[in-house]
């Protein structure tokens, strides 16, 4: 008589009518038929003991179970987050091991197939457009890159002060915007021009963060919610105006961002990476991606003596509705208040709670 254990790596679900196992940890996928289900089930009790059938036998050389207890881990998130970290480590790439010339050959070929249509890369909305104003990029001159790093702090209290629309036209820019113009290494290798470069680096040069921005009070523009398009460095307002009570309600209570000028929501539009990267653990690189140009987007504030307060807590409905996204396609990832305040990263108020 034999005691089996389960894998707890792995978890079930139903595609084209087919129940699915699917080891996580290992990569490995297998659509079970209802004796194999059941006899895993019959192992989940800690007193079942059987001699090994077929089917056990089957499971032990797949790992779905196994003559020795699987390790207990210490892991502080929930299920889900293990499930992302362990199911996205150690994807099987086509081209591990082998020698340069052998990579570079592979690398080439597969570069091939991607050729044809492609999803859009610069993404527009339909609305209202403003053009911006040219940005004042010498205005950045003005403070060292050290200054401004040391310099760049996050403010919980802002004051009913406008940011003119100028410095959001050159915040934007240097930002998001394509400040280096067309990528003239790939121009000059005759290579697929697919990528683009900013100020922060992105997978592939894909760049997937778009830029929405709820305006309260930037100078001579209207109050609403607006999508930064890229290509003609102009805003596109796709909504009417967001109270700060929306805006604190949505961002999960958080009220630091109140009275601030404006605000950005970092929203990553997935489709622009699938194709060249159909893995999940290209889903890492959208959130680094986020995270590459929300630091270049302080910096930048910083210089032009803004301050900003930064989360990534907020409810996802609700910024959805305001941005009008689906969801699916596309998510927020960050929220970035921009304004003039007090500076400092504990407000009056709970300083007054706190007293």
Same mark, same amino acid.
Do not use: M
């Given at each position: 008589m034999e005691r089996?254990h389960?894998?707890? +790596?792995?978890?079930?679900?139903?595609?084209?009518n087919e129940?699915v196992?699917w080891?996580?940890?290992?990569?490995?996928?297998y659509? /079970?038929?209802?004796?194999? $289900?059941e006899r895993i089930?019959?192992?989940?009790?800690?007193? $079942?003991?059987?001699?090994?059938?077929?089917?056990?036998k089957e499971?032990?050389e797949?790992d779905v179970?196994?003559?020795?207890?699987?390790?207990?881990v210490?892991w502080?998130?929930?299920?889900?987050?293990?499930i992302?970290?362990l199911g996205?480590?150690?994807i +099987?790439y086509?081209?591990g091991?082998l020698?340069?010339?052998?990579?570079?050959t592979l690398? /080439?070929?597969e570069?091939?197939?991607?050729k044809?249509?492609?999803?859009q890369?610069?993404?527009?909305r339909s609305?209202?457009?403003?053009?911006l104003?040219?940005?004042?990029l010498?205005?950045l001159?003005?403070s060292s890159?050290?200054e401004?790093?040391?310099?760049?702090?996050?403010?919980?209290?802002?004051?009913?002060?406008s940011i003119? /629309?100028?410095d959001?036209?050159?915040?934007?820019f240097?930002?998001?915007? /394509?400040?280096?113009?067309p990528w003239?290494?790939?121009k000059?290798?005759s290579?697929d021009?697919?990528?683009f470069?900013?100020?922060?680096p992105?997978g592939?040069?894909?760049h997937p963060?778009?830029? #929405?921005?709820?305006?309260n009070?930037?100078?001579?523009?209207?109050s609403?919610v607006y999508h930064y398009?890229?290509?003609?460095?102009?805003?596109?307002?796709?909504?009417?105006?967001?109270s700060d009570?929306?805006?604190?309600k949505?961002? &999960?209570?958080?009220?630091f961002?109140?009275?601030?000028a404006?605000?950005?929501f970092?929203?990553s539009?997935?489709?622009k990476?699938w194709?060249k990267?159909?893995?999940?653990?290209a889903y890492?690189?959208?959130?680094?991606d986020?995270?590459h140009?929300?630091?270049?987007c302080?910096?930048t &504030?910083t210089?032009l003596n803004i301050?900003?307060?930064i989360?990534?807590? #907020?409810?996802?409905q609700?910024?959805n509705? $305001?941005l009008?996204l689906?969801g699916?396609?596309q998510a927020?990832?960050?929220?970035?208040?921009?304004?003039?305040g007090?500076?400092a990263?504990?407000?009056?108020?709970?300083? +007054?709670?706190?007293a």
């Open positions: 089996l389960i894998n707890p +790596n792995i978890f079930f679900f139903i595609h084209e129940f196992l080891d996580y940890q290992h990569h490995t996928q659509a /079970l038929q209802k004796d194999y $289900f089930l019959a192992w989940k009790n800690p007193t $079942f003991e059987a001699t090994l059938s077929e089917i056990d499971l032990i797949a179970l196994s003559l020795k207890p699987y390790p207990n210490l502080g998130w929930d299920k889900l987050s293990y992302f970290h996205t480590n150690d +099987n086509v081209d091991g020698e340069e010339q052998q990579w570079i690398y /080439l070929k570069s091939e197939k991607l044809g249509p492609k999803p890369l610069f993404v527009e609305g209202l457009e403003t053009l104003p040219k940005p004042t010498e205005k001159s003005d890159f050290l401004t790093l040391k310099n760049r702090k996050t403010s919980r209290e802002f004051f009913d002060q003119s /629309l100028t959001l036209s050159t915040l934007l240097v930002s998001f915007g /394509l400040i280096h113009g003239q290494e790939l000059e290798l290579l021009e697919y990528a470069r900013k100020t922060s992105s592939g040069g894909l963060t778009e830029v #929405f921005l709820v305006v009070n930037i100078e001579d523009l209207s609403g398009n890229v290509k003609k460095h102009a805003l596109t307002r796709i909504n009417d105006q967001v009570e929306q805006l604190t949505a961002l &999960a209570g958080q009220f961002g109140k009275s601030s404006c605000g950005i970092l929203v539009f997935f489709e990476i194709r990267y159909p893995h999940s653990r890492r690189i959208a959130v680094l986020a995270g140009i929300s630091q270049t302080l910096l &504030a210089a301050q900003t307060w989360t990534g807590a #907020f409810y996802e609700q910024v509705e $305001f009008k689906d699916i396609h927020p990832f960050i929220y970035i208040a921009l304004g003039h007090s500076g990263s504990i407000p009056e108020k709970i300083k +007054n709670f706190i």
